[in-house]
């Protein structure tokens, strides 16, 4: 028997695992904890007089999180006076700093490794060790050559995902310039993906300074040229970024290839579900973080421009979503999901109902974006809040009190602008027939979420309350199932 929540017995066995797709280099203690990883975090910790230490792996660093624990209590050579903690299994995502799980061993500093969306937190102190992944420079530099027709007499953005930082070391220097000297661009600007400096090389030399803007970041004229996996952050960076062209340079399969991610299709697929979510009558805010600065700002901001609207909201707070967690939430219409810059797009047709970003909730709510297309795409709701470089002001007098759906052809009703003639027309009416006619125009609406599942014709098991006899206590069970202690 199989259902929209499970799949037969028999695909586990018949299931193929698709690997060619999926390689990525194995992970081994070399990589992630080195000397300068080692030393980065000894002198960090010693300097700041830290007692305990947080240190949070992804699932694919855990076989080697034992051995680092313990290499940091052989270094410090106090196991009495510093302790340290392994988080894993993070509540959201791997890439965001766990502070409330660190909270519960009331720690004060933490070490996060591998890959990191560096959203900016409130609570602890963090460090972010990232590993060093190789790269043949030989076989890079026989692509960087296939580039010149491309790339001459032109700006070029040379963006190093996270693990090829080093690159950027004073020891590799040197080949590096005689590398990007072969596109004989005007310009070739070095970017580390984990933001802590850039490099540019104008006429063969190349200065590295610290962390800031480039001049040329939004110029639609220049070829960025991403080093590094096909992954979410190759994603969203090439959506965040205005470029004429976008190459992708995978270190580890040293194979290249030019990539266009705003194709037509992703963009009318966006744009639908920007319109079901004008359309819901009720929208769910997935809060997918607790530790990124300003999501409260964020959630306080939809709610705003839902209610000018006529829509309810409800917040949710799941960990990572899938299709089985979404779906217990039937009366919602559309999800949104409010996380770090990281998230994924989620496109699956196994969800119930469709799941926009803030930015795309944004453009559904806000009138100021109406008939306005973006410059880019922006993947962090911290753009879209005063100061942001992205943010319209929302003035709720602008919203249109009725428009035409797009997808349904059918005028819209949005909130309750313009309706002062239909409340005079019900004034004669009675105080039931009153409340009956307004709860279809949402004019009224409870405050008590808990009445939506009145209706549902399962609800679990019956309580029987008051109609039972207490139950007397007993002694529990105790020990292991293989051997209780009293048997």
Partial sequence: ?????????????????????????????????????????????????????????????????????????????????????????????????????????????????????????????????????????????????????????????????????????????QQLVGIFQQLKAKQVDIISYCGDKHAAITEGKISITAEGELANEMDPSRLCLFVGGDNQRFFNLSLTTKAAKWFIYDTYKAVGSEKNPLTANYIRRRYFYIEKCKDAQMLGLVVATLTSNGYLDVVKRLQTMAKARGIKTQIISVGRINPAKLANFLEIDCFVLIGCPFNNMFESKEFYKPIVSVFEAEMALNPAWHMRYPESYVTDFMDLLPAGRCFLEFNANDVNPEDVSLLTGRLRSNGTNGNCVETANLSALSEQQQSVATQARMEMMTTNTGLTFEDRTWRGLNPALGQTEPAKLEKGLSGIPIRYTHD
């Fill in 1 to 173: 028997m199989t259902s929209a929540f499970s799949s037969p017995d028999a695909a586990v066995l018949e299931r193929e695992a698709d690997l060619a797709d999926n390689e990525a280099p194995e992970v081994t203690i070399d990589l992630i904890w080195g000397e300068d990883q080692s030393k980065k975090c000894m002198e960090w910790i010693r300097a700041n007089k830290y007692k305990r230490v947080c240190l949070q792996f992804p699932d694919s660093y855990l076989k080697c999180s034992e051995a680092i624990a313990s290499s940091i209590k052989d270094q410090l050579g106090e196991p009495d006076d510093v302790k340290t903690f392994i988080l894993a299994d993070t509540s959201y995502g791997s890439c965001c700093v766990d502070e409330i799980a660190a909270a519960h061993v009331d720690a004060d500093s933490l070490v996060h490794f591998g890959n990191a969306c560096r959203s900016k937190v409130c609570r602890l102190p963090v460090l972010y060790c990232f590993p060093q992944l190789h790269t043949d420079l030989s076989k890079f530099n026989e692509y960087v050559k296939s580039l010149v027709e491309h790339t001459e007499e032109k700006n070029v953005t040379v963006y190093l995902d996270i693990g090829y930082h080093q690159l950027l070391s004073d020891s590799l220097e």
